[in-house]
């Protein structure tokens, strides 16, 4: 359905209107994961070496251009005894991990990253907003990304007991101007922009009398519980 915003002062003297299209959201069919360990020179404890991989399947109307964003949410659910004289209390911390796209060839606009710092063109994700279009899908497609699993730094909260998580898939279907405003994004904040070298990036507008964005966008979500990790009288996680 197609949705007008306007605005305009009390004397007419200014008046701004800006339409789109609400998209339909594309329904997560399934979602596959697995967790595994990769050790970084930054860590410093065994938690923040655990990943989880997500394959999410969706399937994309062949019929109609569309537009998407790939986005996590984690829930943290935190109990033990935090200052409140023996009794056990809960903390719920909320988060959005940047996400791991190295894997997947559409998010990175067919063309895969390597590790190779010496060697790799691409080792460097660019993709920061996770975007894609439906240019390099055909019918049924099943995306990969990778998030720290426990890489937060909960152990430095004196009385904590147990850690629980909830991780919540995004798959968002944009509009068309939210999709470029999202890729002018990247490439202001991509690691080869520079403001005096490079050519400056226009933002898309649709707003007409005026400058900005105006957008909708719709979401299917499938949320994940892992498992808690517990905190013994040893001063052990497991």
Do not use: C
């Amino acid at each position: 359905s197609m949705v007008k915003i306007e605005a305009r002062t009390t004397d007419d003297k200014y008046h701004v209107w800006a339409e789109d299209i609400v998209p339909y959201p594309i329904e997560i069919q399934q979602i596959d994961t697995i967790t595994y360990v990769e050790k970084n020179s930054w860590s410093s404890h065994p938690l923040m070496d655990n990943y989880i991989r997500i394959k999410t399947t969706f399937t994309d109307n062949p019929h109609e251009k569309n537009y998407y964003q790939i986005a996590i949410a984690l829930k943290d659910s935190m109990w033990g005894d935090f200052g409140t004289e023996g009794k056990d209390s809960f903390m719920i911390l909320l988060s959005a991990p940047t996400l791991n796209i190295r894997e997947d060839i559409v998010l990175n606009e067919g063309r895969l990253p390597t590790n190779d710092e010496d060697n790799g063109i691409f080792n460097q994700q660019e993709n920061l907003m996770n975007i894609f279009d439906d240019s390099r899908l055909n019918g049924t497609y099943t995306m990969t990304v990778s998030s720290p699993a426990y890489g937060n730094f909960y152990w430095w909260y004196s009385g904590t007991k147990g850690i629980g998580k909830e991780l919540t898939i995004r798959l968002i279907t944009l509009t068309e101007y939210q999709y470029y405003y999202y890729r002018a994004l990247n490439l202001y904040n991509s690691s080869n922009y520079d403001e005096v070298l490079t050519q400056p990036i226009t933002l898309p507008s649709n707003v007409n009398g005026g400058l900005g964005i105006v957008g909708f966008s719709t979401a299917s979500t499938r949320t994940l519980r892992l498992p808690d990790y517990i905190y013994d009288e040893n001063n052990r996680w497991y």
